[in-house]
Structure formats: C-alpha cells, structure tokens
C-alpha cells in the first residue's frame, strides 16, 4: 500500500504506527519503527526519482528446480534453497546432490538444472522468516516505487561471474533491464543497490558492460556514466573475507566452532550418511562463488606472518560482550556465559591459517614455511579419475605423511594461504584460477587485465569512465568478525576425508579475540571493516590509478546496536551483515540517494571504524 503526501498527513501519527506495526506478522525478525523511514520521508515531501536496481549477494537469492534426477520427484519449480527448506529432512541426499555444481566445469551437472528465482520475491526472504530485502524493498514502496521502477537482478549466486551470462546470460538481462528502466522513467539514471559479493559481481558487470564482444556486453565507453547515478554497496567484501578461506578448506567457521565446542555431537549426527561437515564440504567446494571471496591484495592487505593493518591492535573499540551464539528464532543474543571480547595483548601478525594456537602466535623466525613443491601431489595419476561428485575424496590421495607435514609448525597468510588450497582441493583451485584473480595489478594498462578473470577485483582493474558517477560502500561496525583460524589434525579416522579441523579448544588467555580457534577483528560479523571500507576510504578516493576519471566515492558506516531484548528481534540499529538490511539509517540513506540526493547532501563520509587511519598503513601505489 502506498500513500500519498497529503493522505499520510490526513491519517495522522497513529495511523502510521499501525500502517508499519500490520507488517509484524509477515516480517517476522525486525523491530517496526514508530515512523518506518519511507512513511518518514514521504511526509517530507520525498518521492520515486531514479529507477532502482538490487543485486542480491551469495545464498540470499532464492534456487528452484528445473529438470532434476529421479529422487527430485514432484519437485519441478519448487525452491531447493530460499525456500522453507523441508526438502533437507524429506530426502537430504538428494537435495545436496541437486545444489552441488559439477566439479570439473562449475555448471550443471548431467541431469539437473537448478536455476535463480526470478522477480522481487527471488531475495525478499530468505526461508519464510528470515528477511533480506522485503523491509528495503517496503519502505520504497512507502515513498512510490513499484515494478516499473524496481528491478530485483537475480542470478545463480553459485556460478562465477562469468559463467551467469554464459549459461544464463544474466549480465545481459541486467544490461537489458538497467537500459529499459533507464528509458522508461524519463531517462532517469538508476541507483543500483548490491549487498554483500553482489557488490563484486556488479563490479565485474562494470567492466563487461563496456567490454566488446564476445567476452562482453557491447555497451561502449560511457555506458556507465549515461545509464547508472549511484553505486551503493551494501555490506560489501571487495578485499575477500577469510572465512571463504576456511569454507574451502574446512567446512568451517566460528558458528561451527561453537557447535564443536558446546555440542560437538551435533556434527557427528549421521542423519546424512556422513559427518554433516563433510556434506557442506563437499557442497562448497562446487561452487566456484565462494573463490570470488577469498582475500585480495596478499599481504599489502592482509599482513605478513609478522605484521599487519592496524585493525589488529584496535580491536579495543568494539565494546565488551559481542559473543554470539544461537537462538532458535535465527537471532542472534549476546551471551554472560562468556565475558566478552577486549585485547590485552593484541595480535599483530596477517596469519589466515595456523596450525595450532602456540603456532599462531610463534615468531615468523621459528616458523617452517609452506613448501608447494614438497606437498604437490596434484599430477599423481590416482586423482586423474574422482568423480564429480566425491569431492572429499581428492583428500584420499593424500598420504599421511604429506598431512602431517603440513601441519607441523606451519603458517599461511593472504599470500600462502593459496598453495595450501591447491593442496586440499586442487580442482576447485584449478578452476579459480581460469575464473578470479586475487593480486594487486603493477600496470592497469597491460592487456591481461582485459581478461574476465580480473573485472571482479577492484585491485586489478578500473572503476568505468564514469565522472559524474558515485560509489559508495555502507556497511556496519561493532561486531566481531572473523579474521585468522587455528586448526588441527582431525581425528585419525576422518584424517582421509577431512584432515583438518578448527581446534575448538583453542582460547585466549583472560578474555581476548581468540575464542574456539578463530581470531576476531571488527567488522560486520562476516567482512572485515578492511574488506569493506578501503576502496572507498584509499583505493577509489579521488582520481587514482583505480578509480582514473574521479568519481565520486563515500563511506558510511552504521554503528552496531544490540536492541535491549530478544523481544525486539533484530533491531532498527543493527550493523550486522544481513540484519543491516533493515537498520533505519541505511534504508534512509538509500531512500534519498534514490530520490535524488547526493553522497554531499546526505552527509557525506560517516566513520565510526579506524578505517582511515587504517587505510593509511596500507603501502599501496595509487
């Protein structure tokens, strides 16, 4: 329901209370505002402007089945993710199968096509009660937006980039979209809206709207500039995030951890044939998206093994108590059984991986390296004939001995991190490397950098001749987030299909950023303030070598507020990844950007972070 100025006037300040408390019931999990910011602006005075696009970010977009295999019965259009996910205890097996990609090529598999939920409703919920976009996607409607001018860029968030237009042709639909938009609203430019790795996928669009064919859209110089006003990033991992590292390489992160650590049986549940670590796995390790986060930049980003940004030592700033654990209404609350995170003596080292807590800690000195030729065992001729779909079983091939070297007194950073995973998962390295680079360019002019495999690195290829253009990266702080994992050997029976674990045991002394194995820094719960702010804050500030015609570039940041009880949900101030999607303050900004604002006249930069200053540290040529 939309109103206009003079009947929201008419209904008076109760009515509006009403109008966004009737939501409660359908948008289960977020807080209602006593004024939701839509109705708030459209008293202002603030209406429908510019067309908007939203590019949704990995798993918030809803997969449906279109042909499938025998066991996917009576399934054809139903939602296989996104959906009320009941098809995962009715004939888990088969559902697994059906989301996993093929692990030689990164597309189908025989038999099966599972494709992206198109419209507004692809990303609106994620399962019945868990929102992403639907309190976005309202509060436009609050001020006059609607299908004419609202545009939801669903795409198979599993595939690289680039293989969305060559199975989908999904860069071309949005190219197609952005144009009829563009024209149909009085040659309006539009406001796209990307949250999370949507961010880098429409970064890579950037450059292949501009590309010739065949490799890309055609668009020509200036495409970007006639047709798109503002970027706004949302929750952006621009530099990676190194829990992609530990996906890859373990299945794991700081929510399994917990789980290990309070209830370890829980991953030993056999319900799906196997350890339920091994299924996601085996899942992961088939879609080539996560690759598109691993950390960019090595260790001019990420630190060394005996240095690193700054984020390290501020971690002082995020206040005591962030510990999360989980709740049954997918909320997260923030525990007294543990006494909360501050740094007593802070960790100043760019470690991603490490094998034990003594090793993660160790002076570079006293370290063994990594040697990739010593562990490679990726042309034994026993690998040549795995099957797409035991993924794990690459792991087979490896003898003990070559484990246990690894494992001993070793270190990765940003940098080394990438032999490691050419070891535990070469196939899945090998088609990384065709699809995503993860370096920092020398020379932006060389003709390498044409090539697809570098659009969606904001360190290895330029932003679009775009002057009149803004960029902006939104994004929470106050959270702690995961940065650098401790593991270890697992159990001797499980050493074949997955050698390595997180080593749950793993805390730090008298209250500190390690606990259960993982180190945390500030950032938004999943993306380090470094991954999502730099760019905005160094890399594309003024005219630089990465951003050559100066568009404008603004960093905002949203303060993480807890809301005082369970009671409230998510909250209206909440900074964390997801739950960002319904803080007030961001939807405002949007809101006004949409309606014609610019970066200057919302405020310009608002930082609560150490993020310049941290920028700062970082040496890298502009």
Same mark, same amino acid.
């Given at each position: ?36 910011? &839509? ?51 009715? %004939? ?60 939801? !860029? ?61 490799? &890309? ?66 899942? =992961? ?22 240095? =690193? ?88 091939? #490896? ?29 899945? #390295?090998?088609? !990384? ?16 950098? !044409? ?31 995961? %940065? ?21 045991? !793993? ?48 960093? @905002? ?34 809101? @006004? ?19 310049? @200053?941290?920028?700062? @540290? ?5």
């Amino acid at each position: 329901m939309v109103f206009t100025k003079n009947e929201v006037e008419k209904k008076g300040p109760k009515r509006h209370y009403k109008e966004w408390s009737f939501l409660l019931p359908t948008l289960p999990g977020f807080d209602a505002p006593e004024v939701s910011p &839509g109705v708030k602006l459209n008293r202002e005075g603030v209406t429908a402007l510019h067309p908007v696009v939203l590019v949704p970010g990995i798993v918030t977009g809803g997969l449906e089945l279109w042909e499938g295999r025998s066991c996917a019965e009576g399934l054809f259009r139903k939602r296989l993710w996104g959906g009320s996910f009941a098809h995962i205890l009715q %004939r888990p097996l088969c559902w697994l199968e059906h989301l996993s990609l093929h692990n030689e090529t990164g597309l189908d598999p025989p038999g099966i096509r599972v494709r992206a939920v198109p419209g507004l409703v692809a990303a609106d919920n994620f399962a019945s009660d868990y929102l992403v976009w639907a309190v976005l996607i309202e509060n436009l409607a609050r001020i006059g937006y609607e299908g004419k001018n609202l545009y939801m !860029a669903a795409y198979d968030w599993r595939l690289s980039f680039q293989n969305t237009e060559s199975r989908d042709q999904a860069l071309s639909r949005l190219k197609s979209n952005i144009e009829l938009m563009f024209v149909t609203n009085g040659y309006k430019k539009v406001v796209v809206v990307p949250q999370s790795m949507g961010a880098i996928y429409f970064l890579h669009f950037l450059k292949w709207v501009e590309t010739p064919p065949p490799m &890309g859209g055609g668009g020509g110089p200036g495409w970007c500039d006639k047709h798109i006003k503002a970027i706004m990033n949302i929750s952006p991992a621009f530099l990676g995030i190194p829990k992609a590292v530990s996906n890859i390489f373990s299945a794991e992160g700081s929510d399994i951890a917990f789980v290990r650590a309070v209830a370890s049986g829980i991953l030993n549940f056999d319900y799906l044939g196997l350890q339920t670590v091994e299924h996601v796995l085996q899942v =992961c390790r088939t879609w080539d998206s996560i690759i598109s986060l691993m950390p960019k930049g090595g260790k001019t980003i990420w630190g060394d093994l005996d240095w =690193c940004t700054k984020e390290w030592s501020n971690c002082d700033q995020v206040k005591k108590g962030y510990v999360k654990h989980f709740a049954s209404d997918n909320t997260y609350n923030f525990s007294d059984m543990q006494k909360g995170l501050h740094v007593k003596e802070p960790i100043k080292n760019g470690r991603i991986i490490s094998f034990g807590k003594a090793v993660s800690q160790l002076l570079a000195s006293l370290l063994t390296a990594l040697d990739s030729e010593e562990i490679s065992w990726k042309s034994n001729s026993a690998t040549s004939n795995l099957s797409c779909e035991d993924v794990w079983t690459e792991c087979d091939e #490896m003898s003990r001995e070559i484990i246990w070297k690894v494992a001993k007194e070793k270190a990765c950073t940003a940098r080394t991190v990438f032999d490691l995973l050419n070891f535990v998962a070469p196939k899945v #390295m090998k088609r !990384a490397e065709a699809h995503f680079s993860h370096g920092i360019a020398e020379n932006l002019e060389d003709p390498k950098y !044409a090539h697809y495999k570098y659009w969606s690195n904001p360190l290895e290829t330029k932003l679009p001749n775009a002057p009149h253009m803004e960029i902006y990266c939104l994004y929470g702080v106050g959270i702690p987030t995961e %940065r650098s994992y401790v593991h270890k050997l697992s159990p001797s029976d499980k050493l074949n299909r997955t050698p390595f674990q997180l080593d749950s045991s !793993a805390d730090g002394e008298g209250g500190s950023w390690l606990q259960n194995g993982v180190y945390f820094v500030e950032g938004d719960e999943s993306v380090p303030v470094v991954s999502s702010g730099f760019m905005c804050a160094k890399g594309w500030r003024g005219r630089t070598r990465f951003n050559p015609s100066g568009m404008a570039a603004y960093v @905002r940041e949203y303060q993480h507020k807890q809301p005082g009880s369970i009671l409230k949900g998510r909250g209206l101030e909440s900074g964390a990844r997801v739950n960002i999607m319904g803080n007030v303050s961001l939807i405002e900004d949007v809101l @006004r950007v949409a309606a014609g604002a610019t970066g200057a006249d919302i405020g310009g930069d608002r930082i609560f972070s150490d993020i310049m @200053r941290m920028s700062e @540290r970082i040496n890298l040529r502009l």
